[in-house]
C-alpha cells in the first residue's frame, strides 16, 4: 500500500515538472512573436518611404531630361524632288534554249561553259549528223524524181491539147481529164512538197550544229558530250547581254514628281549598288499602262545598253537603287529623316516653348533628309528634330537650336545644283 502511493506521489511530481517546462516554452515563443510583430511595421514603412522618394526622384530627372529639346529653325523653300527606287537588274532576254533536232552530242565547245559569254551565232555544240545527211540525200533524190514527173506530165498535157485540136471538135471538152489538167496540178504539188521536204531536211542537218542565238552569258547547261537529245530538251539557260532592264515600282506622289515638261525618252536615271560605290547611268525605257496586282504600283522601265561594257560591269541579278531628277516644287520644309516621327508626325515648340504636333508625308527623300509641306505658317519655325514617344501636345519644353536654318540650306543646295549643271555642260 505504501510503495503504491509512493510511485503514484513521483508520477504526479514528473508531470507537473513536464506541464511548467511546456508553459515556459510557449510563453518565450509568445513574447518573441510580439516583439517581432511589433518590428515589423517599422522596417515596412522606412522601404516604402524609400520607394516614394526614388520615384520623385526619377520625376524629376525625367522632367529635367525633357526640358532640353532639339529644334531645328525651317522655312519653306523650292527645292528639285528626287525620285528614288528600287529594282533588279534583268536582262533583256532569258532564253531556256532547246533543241531543235533529236540526236547525240558529239562536241561541245570550250567556250560553252556557265558563266561565260558567247556572241551570235557562235558554234556551241555539234550532234551526230548521219541520219540527217541520209535525209538530205533523199530530199534530192526525190525532187530529182518529182521534177521529171512534172516534165513527163507537161510534154502528156502539150499532146493532148494538140490531139483535142486537130480532132476538129469545138469548144471545150466536157472533162479536164482530156487535156490532163489535174495530173499537171498533181505533178506540181508534188514537185513543191518535195522541195519543201529538201528544206526541211537541210534546215535539220544545220540545227545539228547548235549556236548561239545572241549574244549572251551562260547561266546554266544541260548536256555533256555523248548526251542524246530528243526534240525540246533544254540545252542550256541564256541571258541576252545587249541590254538590261530595271524595273522600278512608283507611288502615285513619286509619278506626280517626275518631270512633266520633258519627253520620257529624255529621262535620265542614277543606278547605285547596294553598297553605294559603284553608279551607272540608265535613261528610262518605257512605263507600264497598268497597276501591278503585287504592289499596286504602276513601274517605269530603265535600260542600261551593253552593260558588261561598263567601267564597272553590271550583272544580271543586281539590285540598284534608280535616283530620278524630278520637276522644282514649291513651299516644302526640309528636315531631318529623324523629325518624322513613327506615327507620321512632326512636332513644333512655339515662341512660349509648348510643343504642338501635326501630321506629315513626305513629298520626296533625299540625302537623309525628307521634304515635307509646310505644318503649320511662318517663317521661322522651331521643328523638333527627334521627338520621343513620351511627348504630349502642350508640355513646355526648353528648344535647344541645333543645326542653321532652311534658307541657308536652300542656298547651299542652288550652289550644288548649278555646280553639278556646270560638271555637266563641260563633260558634254
Known sequence: MKTTLKKSAITLTITLAAASSIFAVVAYNGSQMAQAAQATPAKATTKNEDIINWQAMDEKAMQQALSQVGVQLTQAASYQAQIIGYGEAKPRYELAFASEVSGRVEWLSDAFEVGATVKEGELLAKLDTTSYEQAVTQAKSDVASATQALLEEQRQGEQARSEWQRSGLTGAPNSPLVLREPQLASAQAKLANAQQALVKAEEDLANTEIRAPFDSVVVSRDIQPGSYLGIGTNLATLYSIDRFEIEIPLSEQQWANLPQHDDQDQWTATLTNSTGDVEWQASVERSYQYVTQQTRQRSIVLVVDKPLEQEQPLFPGTFVSAT?????????????????????????????????????????????????????????????????????????????????????????????????????????
Do not use: C
Not at 364 to 392: M, W
Open 324 to 428: 530620278i531628277q524630278g520637276d522644282d516644287v514649291d513651299n516644302l520644309w526640309q528636315l531631318p529623316a529623324s523629325a518624322l516621327s513613327q506615327q507620321g508626325e512632326i512636332w513644333t515648340v512655339d515662341a512660349q516653348g509648348v510643343l504642338a504636333k501635326a501630321p506629315a508625308s513626305p513629298v520626296f527623300e533625299r540625302q537623309q533628309h525628307i521634304y515635307v509641306e509646310p505644318t503649320q505658317a511662318g517663317d521661322a519655325v522651331q521643328v523638333v528634330l527627334r521627338p520621343l514617344s513620351n511627348f504630349k501636345v502642350g508640355m513646355k519644353v526648353s528648344p535647344t537650336l541645333m543645326q542653321e536654318s532652311n534658307e541657308a540650306q536652300a542656298a547651299q543646295y542652288a550652289a550644288d545644283k548649278a555646280s553639278a549643271s556646270l560638271t555637266e555642260s563641260g563633260e558634254g
